[in-house]
C-alpha cells in the first residue's frame, strides 16, 4: 500500500503564491505516477498536473499552465507542486493522488487509474 499526506495549504492574497508537499511512504515516489486533482464545493474534480518520474513525463492542466510547477525530492520522498500567480478560482481541496501500474501522466480522477489519495489539503485566495 502507498500513504500520501498532503501539507502547505493556506490562505493567501491573489498574485501570491503556495507550496504544497505530498510524503509517499510505502513506495519510492520514482516508481510511481504522481498526481494533483482540485475540487472546490459543488464542482467537479479538475486535472491539476501529474509526473511519471519512471518515464521523465509532466503534464498540466489548461487552467495552471505556466502558473504551476510540479517538481520531487528523492532524499524525502516528497513531491512539490509550487503554485505561483494565485486567482480566486484556485481555491480548492488539492488532493495528491499515486498510481504504480501507469508509464504516462494520468489526467483522469480515476480511482481505478489512481488506486491512492491522500486526504487533501485546503488552499483559499482571497481577491
Known amino acids: 500500500q502507498v500513504q500520501l499526506v498532503e501539507s502547505g495549504g493556506g490562505l493567501v492574497q491573489a498574485g501570491g503564491s503556495l507550496r504544497l508537499s505530498c510524503a509517499a511512504s510505502?513506495?519510492?515516489?520514482?516508481?510511481?505516477?504522481m498526481g494533483w486533482f482540485r475540487q472546490a464545493p459543488g464542482k467537479v474534480r479538475e486535472f491539476v498536473a501529474a509526473?511519471?518520474?519512471?518515464?521523465?513525463?509532466?503534464s498540466y492542466g489548461d487552467s495552471v499552465k505556466g502558473r504551476f510547477t510540479l517538481s520531487g525530492d528523492n532524499n524525502k520522498n516528497t513531491v512539490y507542486l509550487q503554485m505561483n500567480s494565485l486567482k480566486p478560482e484556485d481555491t480548492a481541496g488539492y488532493y495528491c493522488?499515486?498510481?504504480?501500474?501507469?508509464?504516462?501522466?494520468?489526467?483522469?480522477?480515476?480511482?481505478?487509474?489512481?488506486?491512492?489519495w491522500g486526504q487533501g489539503t485546503q488552499v483559499t485566495v482571497s481577491s
Open positions: 509526473r511519471a518520474w519512471s518515464g521523465g513525463s509532466t
Open positions: 510505502g513506495r519510492t515516489f520514482s516508481r510511481l505516477v
Open positions: 493522488a499515486a498510481s504504480s501500474l501507469a508509464l504516462q501522466p494520468i489526467d483522469m480522477p480515476s480511482r481505478t487509474r489512481y488506486p491512492y
